[in-house]
């Protein structure tokens, strides 16, 4: 059974923005971490950035700069802001929450939502 929600995506043009958001139904005290993936057609899904209560961020080298991964209040709730989207950022992107970070890398749980698509396109 997935535990996230993922909305927020759509068309949006080469040099816009969009916000994603997941929503998890996890317990709280068992998310340490969440994380963005995003899956091109015919690619491998990707990390695209992860955080941790504690404040560790970690980003793709492709986005660095333009996306942006926060928390919300309530801390189930985590959001991805796209800006400057490129064609190249077209892909279904998902959420996974309470995975394992260390090393500066996260370790997602087998467990995910159904994805919000974002295209970009003129």
């Known amino acids: 059974q997935a535990m996230v929600v993922e909305s927020g995506g759509g068309l949006v043009q080469p040099g816009g923005s969009l916000r994603l958001t997941c929503e998890t139904s996890r317990n709280i005290l068992l998310v340490y971490a969440m994380a963005w993936y995003r899956q091109a057609p015919e690619k491998e899904r990707e990390l695209v950035a992860a955080?941790?209560?504690?404040?560790?961020?970690k980003y793709a080298d492709s986005v660095k700069g333009r996306f942006t991964i926060s928390r919300g209040n309530a801390k189930t709730t985590v959001y991805l802001d796209l800006n400057n989207v490129q064609p190249e950022d077209t892909a279904v992107y998902y959420c996974?929450?309470?995975?394992?970070?260390?090393?500066?890398?996260?370790?997602?749980?087998?467990?995910w939502g159904q994805g919000t698509q974002v295209t970009v396109s003129s």
């Open positions: 955080m941790t209560t504690d404040g560790q961020i």
């Open positions: 996974n929450a309470g995975g394992t970070y260390y090393n500066d890398n996260y370790y997602p749980l087998d467990s």
